[in-house]
Structures are given as structure tokens and as C-alpha cells.
């Protein structure tokens, strides 16, 4: 019961704000899990693991990551660019 106050608390006191990804994301898993529970749940490994390579992008390219870590970087630098 003091998990979810606790964190609400510290990230509104670093500044943290959901993206409008994730909002969007959570919007979809929801209305999939009121159609149903299967579809919920379908739903929410697809979007979370899809959700989950895009962040594994986003911060190997903020980074100076080498190995595995890193060419899954600049491919997703490719994809953006071109």
C-alpha cells in the first residue's frame, strides 16, 4: 500500500512525466482487457516487449555502448534517419 504513494511522490519530485507512448500503450492494453482477458493479455506482452526494444534503443543511442548493445543502437539510429 505505500509502494505506489512512495513512487508517485519521488518521481513528481524529479520531474518525471509518462510519454505519450506508454499513455497510449496502456490506453491499448485496457480496452483489449475489457474485450477480453486473452486479448488483454495479448496485447500487453506484444506492446511491452515492443515498448521494451524501443526504450533498449533510445538509451544504447544516448550512450556510448559498445557490442551487441550497440549495433542494436544504430540500427534503430537507421530506421529513424532514413
Given at each position: 500500500?505505500?509502494?505506489?504513494?512512495?513512487?508517485?511522490?519521488?518521481?513528481?519530485r524529479?520531474?518525471?512525466?509518462?510519454?505519450?507512448?506508454?499513455?497510449?500503450?496502456?490506453?491499448?492494453v485496457?480496452?483489449?482487457?475489457?474485450?477480453?482477458?486473452?486479448?488483454?493479455?495479448?496485447?500487453?506482452?506484444?506492446?511491452?516487449?515492443?515498448?521494451?526494444?524501443?526504450?533498449?534503443?533510445?538509451?544504447?543511442?544516448?550512450?556510448?555502448?559498445?557490442?551487441?548493445?550497440?549495433?542494436?543502437?544504430?540500427?534503430?539510429?537507421?530506421?529513424?534517419?532514413?
Open positions: 500500500m505505500a509502494y505506489l504513494p512512495l513512487v508517485w511522490w519521488f518521481g513528481g524529479i520531474g518525471f512525466a509518462w510519454s505519450r507512448a506508454v499513455k497510449v500503450q496502456a490506453l491499448s485496457e480496452a483489449a482487457a475489457r474485450q477480453s482477458d486473452l486479448g488483454g493479455a495479448a496485447a500487453g506482452l506484444v506492446l511491452g516487449g515492443a515498448l521494451g526494444l524501443w526504450s533498449l534503443v533510445q538509451l544504447a543511442s544516448r550512450t556510448t555502448a559498445g557490442g551487441k548493445l550497440g549495433r542494436i543502437a544504430t540500427v534503430g539510429e537507421r530506421e529513424k534517419d532514413g
